[in-house]
C-alpha cells in the first residue's frame, strides 16, 4: 500500500564530517537533571504527517496514528518501520482507538464515527451526528464503542444507537478506558467564559481530567487548573494528558502531564509543546503523541516518543548553541553553518538547539492570510550520514517565541486571523540526531 507522505522512520543514523576551523569547545557537558524546554527530550518517530491528529496503541504495541489531512492511518512497529494501515479514508481521520482483533475505529470531519476492519479494508459507518463533532473514542471492557462529542457528552453505541451517557461536560476532548471499565476523558474548558474575567481568575475555568465509572455514570475529577486539554491516555494507573497550549493561544505552549487515576496532583513532564494533540501510553510509562505543527504548516506535523529514561540528559552551550545528549558531552564546537558535538562514547541520542538568528530561513508569502504556522517554513538543516559525502535532512522542529496573543481568534475569507501584535517567529530550531559508531555528531546549516 503506498504512502501518501513523506516519512521518516526513527532510525539510528552515524553523523561525520571532515575537521575545519571552528571556535573553542565549550565546557564538557553536565548532567540536565531537569527537562529542558521546547518539548526535549522527545525522540522524533514521523515527520510530515499531513495534520497529525489522534494516536492509539495496536494489540502488538505498534502505535497508529491519524493524518487527518492526508485521510489515512499511519503505524510504527516496533522496529521503527512505518507504514500505512488505512488508506483513502473519506473526510480525513480524527481521533482514532485499536480493538484487541487490530480493527481501528475513528471519528472523522464528516460527524462521524467508523470502523475499519484489517480483514476486508471495508469502512462501516457506526454513527452520524447531527452537526455535533466527535472529541474522543475508546472501546469499553464491553466490546462496545463509546465517544465523547464537542456538545458535552459521552455516548455509548449499543444495538446500533448512540446512547448518551454523560452529559453537560464543558467540550470534552479525548477518551481512555482502564481494566476496570472506568473511562477518563479531558475537558477543553469555555474560553470564551474566560474572556471577561482577570487574567489571574482565568485559570478557574480552564481544563479539567475526569473520570467516569459505569456504575453510575458521575463524573469525579481528578485535576484542574489546566487550560485547552486535548488528548488523555491511561496506563499502570496514571492518566496522561495532553495540554494544547495556554490560554494566550501562543505557539509552543503546549503540555505533557501526569495525573494519578485516583486523582492528586498533576506533574508536568514536557514543557513548550507547539500544539500537541493526540496521546497513548503504556504500563511502562512511554508516551506517544503528535505535535499538529510540529514541523510548521508545510512540514507537516510529528509523532513523539516520550521515554522517562530520557529526563535525564547532558548538556552544553556554546555560542548560543545548546546540546542535550543521553551520553556526557566532551566537546561541543560551532563554526560557520555548523555545529559539532562529541560524546564519550558511541550510540548518542542528541538534540541540537540553533539560535533561530544563526540561520537563513524566510517568511513564507504563498497566502495572503496565513494560517498559524504557514509564514515560517523550515531551513534546510542537513546531517552527514558516516564517512560519505551526500547529506540527509535530519529531524527539525521550530521553537516559537511566545509573543503577544492570538485567542480569540477571528476569521477573514476562512483564514483564522491573528490578533494584533502575535508573532510566531521561531526563537529557535531544534535538531534531533543519533550516533551509531561514530562519536561526533555533525549538523550543518545555512548561516544567516
Given at each position: 500500500?503506498?504512502?501518501?507522505?513523506?516519512?521518516?522512520?526513527?532510525?539510528?543514523?552515524?553523523?561525520?564530517?571532515?575537521?575545519?576551523?571552528?571556535?573553542?569547545?565549550?565546557?564538557?557537558?553536565?548532567?540536565?537533571?531537569?527537562?529542558?524546554?521546547?518539548?526535549?527530550?522527545?525522540?522524533?518517530?514521523?515527520?510530515?504527517?499531513?495534520?497529525?491528529?489522534?494516536?492509539?496503541?495496536?494489540?502488538?504495541?505498534?502505535?497508529?496514528?491519524?493524518?487527518?489531512?492526508?485521510?489515512?492511518?499511519?503505524?510504527?512497529?516496533?522496529?521503527?518501520?512505518?507504514?500505512?494501515?488505512?488508506?483513502?479514508?473519506?473526510?480525513?481521520?480524527?481521533?482514532?482507538?485499536?480493538?484487541?482483533?487490530?480493527?481501528?475505529?475513528?471519528?472523522?470531519?464528516?460527524?462521524?464515527?467508523?470502523?475499519?476492519?484489517?480483514?476486508?479494508?471495508?469502512?462501516?459507518?457506526?454513527?452520524?451526528?447531527?452537526?455535533?463533532?466527535?472529541?474522543?473514542?475508546?472501546?469499553?471492557?464491553?466490546?462496545?464503542?463509546?465517544?465523547?462529542?464537542?456538545?458535552?457528552?459521552?455516548?455509548?453505541?449499543?444495538?446500533?444507537?448512540?446512547?448518551?451517557?454523560?452529559?453537560?461536560?464543558?467540550?470534552?476532548?479525548?477518551?481512555a478506558v482502564d481494566a476496570a471499565g472506568n473511562f477518563y476523558f479531558g475537558e477543553y474548558g469555555n474560553p470564551n467564559s474566560a474572556e471577561s474575567l482577570p487574567e489571574e481568575e482565568r485559570e478557574s475555568?480552564?481544563?479539567?481530567?475526569?473520570?467516569?465509572?459505569?456504575?453510575?455514570?458521575?463524573?469525579?475529577?481528578?485535576?484542574?487548573?489546566?487550560?485547552?486539554?486535548?488528548?488523555?491516555?491511561?496506563?499502570?494507573?496514571?492518566?496522561?494528558?495532553?495540554?494544547?497550549?495556554?490560554?494566550?493561544?501562543?505557539?509552543?505552549?503546549?503540555?505533557?502531564?501526569?495525573?494519578?487515576?485516583?486523582?492528586?496532583?498533576?506533574?508536568?513532564?514536557?514543557?513548550?509543546?507547539?500544539?500537541?494533540?493526540?496521546?497513548?501510553?503504556?504500563?511502562?510509562?512511554?508516551?506517544?503523541?503528535?505535535?499538529?505543527?510540529?514541523?510548521?504548516?508545510?512540514?507537516?506535523?510529528?509523532?513523539?516518543?516520550?521515554?522517562?529514561?530520557?529526563?535525564?540528559?547532558?548538556?552544553?552551550?556554546?555560542?548560543?548553541?545548546?546540546?542535550?545528549?543521553?551520553?556526557?558531552?566532551?566537546?561541543?564546537?560551532?563554526?560557520?553553518?555548523?555545529?559539532?558535538?562529541?560524546?564519550?562514547?558511541?550510540?548518542?541520542?542528541?538534540?541540537?538547539?540553533?539560535?533561530?538568528?544563526?540561520?537563513?530561513?524566510?517568511?513564507?508569502?504563498?497566502?495572503?492570510?496565513?494560517?498559524?504556522?504557514s509564514w515560517t517554513p523550515l531551513p534546510q538543516i542537513l546531517t552527514t550520514v558516516g564517512s560519505r559525502d551526500h547529506a540527509v535532512n535530519a529531524y527539525v522542529w521550530m521553537a516559537r517565541a511566545h509573543?503577544?496573543?492570538?485567542?480569540?481568534?477571528?476569521?477573514?475569507?476562512?483564514?483564522?486571523?491573528?490578533?494584533?501584535?502575535?508573532?510566531?517567529?521561531?526563537?529557535?530550531?531544534?535538531?534531533?540526531?543519533?550516533?551509531?559508531?561514530?562519536?561526533?555528531?555533525?549538523?550543518?546549516?545555512?548561516?544567516?
Amino acid at each position: 500500500m503506498r504512502i501518501r507522505t513523506s516519512v521518516v522512520a526513527s532510525v539510528a543514523v552515524a553523523l561525520t564530517l571532515a575537521a575545519s576551523s571552528v571556535a573553542p569547545a565549550a565546557t564538557p557537558g553536565r548532567p540536565a537533571q531537569s527537562t529542558p524546554g521546547y518539548g526535549i527530550p522527545a525522540t522524533p518517530l514521523v515527520q510530515g504527517i499531513p495534520f497529525g491528529y489522534g494516536v492509539a496503541l495496536g494489540p502488538d504495541n505498534s502505535v497508529y496514528y491519524a493524518a487527518f489531512n492526508g485521510r489515512y492511518i499511519g503505524n510504527v512497529d516496533a522496529t521503527g518501520e512505518v507504514s500505512v494501515a488505512a488508506d483513502y479514508l473519506e473526510c480525513g481521520v480524527q481521533r482514532i482507538a485499536v480493538s484487541s482483533q487490530g480493527d481501528i475505529y475513528y471519528t472523522d470531519g464528516c460527524f462521524n464515527v467508523k470502523k475499519y476492519d484489517v480483514d476486508t479494508k471495508e469502512v462501516t459507518v457506526l454513527a452520524t451526528l447531527t452537526q455535533d463533532t466527535p472529541s474522543g473514542i475508546a472501546i469499553g471492557t464491553n466490546g462496545n464503542v463509546f465517544f465523547t462529542t464537542e456538545s458535552g457528552t459521552l455516548r455509548e453505541i449499543v444495538n446500533g444507537q448512540a446512547v448518551t451517557r454523560v452529559s453537560g461536560l464543558a467540550i470534552p476532548q479525548g477518551l481512555a478506558v482502564d481494566a476496570a471499565g472506568n473511562f477518563y476523558f479531558g475537558e477543553y474548558g469555555n474560553p470564551n467564559s474566560a474572556e471577561s474575567l482577570p487574567e489571574e481568575e482565568r485559570e478557574s475555568v480552564s481544563g479539567r481530567v475526569s473520570r467516569v465509572s459505569q456504575s453510575d455514570w458521575t463524573p469525579v475529577v481528578l485535576a484542574s487548573g489546566m487550560w485547552r486539554v486535548r488528548g488523555v491516555a491511561e496506563a499502570g494507573g496514571k492518566v496522561y494528558v495532553i495540554e494544547e497550549g495556554n490560554y494566550d493561544d501562543q505557539g509552543s505552549s503546549g503540555q505533557l502531564s501526569v495525573v494519578p487515576a485516583t486523582g492528586g496532583a498533576r506533574t508536568v513532564l514536557l514543557r513548550d509543546l507547539d500544539y500537541p494533540e493526540g496521546v497513548a501510553a503504556t504500563s511502562s510509562g512511554d508516551v506517544y503523541f503528535t505535535s499538529e505543527r510540529g514541523g510548521g504548516f508545510h512540514a507537516g506535523s510529528m509523532l513523539f516518543r516520550y521515554s522517562p529514561a530520557d529526563s535525564v540528559r547532558y548538556e552544553a552551550t556554546n555560542r548560543g548553541v545548546t546540546a542535550h545528549c543521553d551520553k556526557p558531552i566532551r566537546s561541543l564546537r560551532v563554526g560557520e553553518g555548523r555545529v559539532e558535538i562529541r560524546t564519550s562514547g558511541p550510540g548518542s541520542q542528541c538534540y541540537v538547539q540553533i539560535p533561530a538568528d544563526r540561520v537563513d530561513w524566510q517568511v513564507n508569502t504563498d497566502l495572503p492570510l496565513p494560517m498559524p504556522g504557514s509564514w515560517t517554513p523550515l531551513p534546510q538543516i542537513l546531517t552527514t550520514v558516516g564517512s560519505r559525502d551526500h547529506a540527509v535532512n535530519a529531524y527539525v522542529w521550530m521553537a516559537r517565541a511566545h509573543e503577544a496573543r492570538r485567542w480569540p481568534p477571528t476569521f477573514k475569507a476562512g483564514f483564522e486571523v491573528m490578533a494584533p501584535g502575535f508573532s510566531e517567529v521561531p526563537e529557535a530550531f531544534i535538531v534531533s540526531a543519533n550516533t551509531t559508531t561514530e562519536k561526533l555528531l555533525t549538523v550543518r546549516y545555512v548561516e544567516k
